[in-house]
């Protein structure tokens, strides 16, 4: 009981923060089509800098908030992995092996349509951007359907996207880092196994991971790991349980309560308002044609729900899996398009693949028509395909 309480409070939060994620990405497109355009992009680039005696650190206004609001996000993401893999939708081999297979083919066939468009030129190092899930706006979209897509529907999106994450997170880790400095990574190393050992030995007090957590994102920070990994580093290191060995009223779940209504109504729509600004070409149709837009878009729409269907489909033709109790394959499909809807990771993951280049733009307008076109399909698919109201108790 107290596991569904919690997981309908996260529903509820990460579908009204949907709704201000999607205003502030429409406020960020018309700034950056308006005769403003200039102020917007000027703004997000002013330089400023945090000191303390002789040490500094400068950034832009758009790193500071990728590069240490966006820790904040994937502490949430760590610590909601965590919850899942050890006593959520993912804590038992059966539980989990639907969406993590889902999530396995949904970011598998999205690169794969990406590289059929971009391998062997520059904008193949964006095959990441379209493997993401954005969990936000996908149950945003899904609480629109009130009854007309069954509980077990929304558990599954939210297992395999967060499943998807892990993926996207490993992604960032492997595949999206600079230079390594191994004296940097020494530091952020021994603080790493402070933080576990804190855990083993049972310490449940807050402070005693805070402050070694900002050690290790200012260890990280120019190591040439992005500093985003720091958060789900330091998630995996909080206690689960409380101190009679349940899950409620825990270090790690009285983070998640208070972390989520930052990350959805401040972090994430900052994010989108510093990132999902891009100048649109006049001819929109010659820019959908790029190799990469077209890649990225294609992806989403495509790619997406081909790799979860697909997957779902072989699991539970040889059964290996079962369907979730309640849904249909009419549901399934409508969640795999809407797995479609990539926005936050997939533009954070833009960033990192492409920075200043010009393939930049062509990456952005992809996911925001991708992932809009991915919102639409997936409402239209769920909401009139053809089955009534699911006939069993949400």
């Known amino acids: 009981l107290n596991l569904l309480r919690a997981f309908q409070e996260f529903a509820r939060l990460e579908s009204s923060g949907g709704i201000l994620l999607l205003a502030c990405t429409v406020v960020a497109l018309l700034w950056a089509n308006s005769p403003w355009t200039h102020g917007y992009f000027k703004l997000w680039e002013t330089e400023a800098a945090a000191r303390v005696g002789s040490f500094e650190i ?19 993401v760590g610590l909601e992995i965590k919850r899942e893999m050890l006593v959520g939708e993912l804590s038992s081999p059966r539980q989990a092996l639907l969406p993590v297979l889902a999530a396995a083919g949904g970011m598998a066939v999205p690169a794969a349509i990406y590289l059929l468009f971009n391998a062997g030129t520059e904008g193949a190092q964006g095959w990441g951007v379209p493997v993401a899930t954005d969990i936000a706006f996908s149950l945003g979209v899904l609480a629109l359907l009130g009854r007309l897509a069954p509980w077990s ?150 790619g997406k729900p081909i790799g979860v269907v697909s997957t779902c489909y072989l699991a539970v033709r040889f059964r290996v899996a079962a369907l979730p109790g309640g849904a249909s394959w009419r549901h399934m499909v409508g969640a795999g398009i809407l797995g479609g809807i990539g926005f936050t990771m997939a533009l954070f993951i833009a960033h990192l693949a492409f920075g200043d280049q010009a393939h930049l733009a062509e990456a952005k307008i992809g996911v925001l028509a991708g992932s809009l076109a991915a919102g639409l399909a997936g409402w239209a698919v769920l909401r009139f395909g053809g089955e009534g109201r699911p006939r069993h108790r949400d």
């Open 58 to 76: 400068a950034r832009s206004l758009v790193e500071w908030i990728n590069e240490g609001l966006m820790v904040v996000f994937f502490l949430l």
């Open 153 to 302: 529907a929304k558990v599954f999106l939210t297992a395999y996207a967060i499943a998807d994450d892990l993926g996207a997170v490993l992604v960032i880790a492997l595949f999206y880092t600079g230079e390594l400095s191994l004296g940097r990574l020494g530091v952020a190393a021994l603080v790493l196994a402070y933080l576990v050992g804190a855990n083993v030995a049972g310490v449940r007090h807050a402070m005693a991971y805070v402050l070694p957590a900002h050690i290790l994102w200012l260890a990280l920070l120019g190591s040439g790991i992005h500093a985003s990994i720091a958060g789900v580093l330091i998630a995996f290191t909080i206690p689960v349980r409380n101190e009679t060995g349940g899950a409620e009223g825990s270090l790690l779940h009285r983070m998640e309560r208070a972390l989520h209504p930052w990350v959805s109504f401040f972090i994430l729509p900052l994010f989108a308002l510093a990132n999902a600004g891009v100048e649109l070409p006049r001819e929109a149709a010659g820019s959908l044609a790029h190799p990469v837009t077209a890649g990225v878009a294609l992806g989403l729409v495509l």
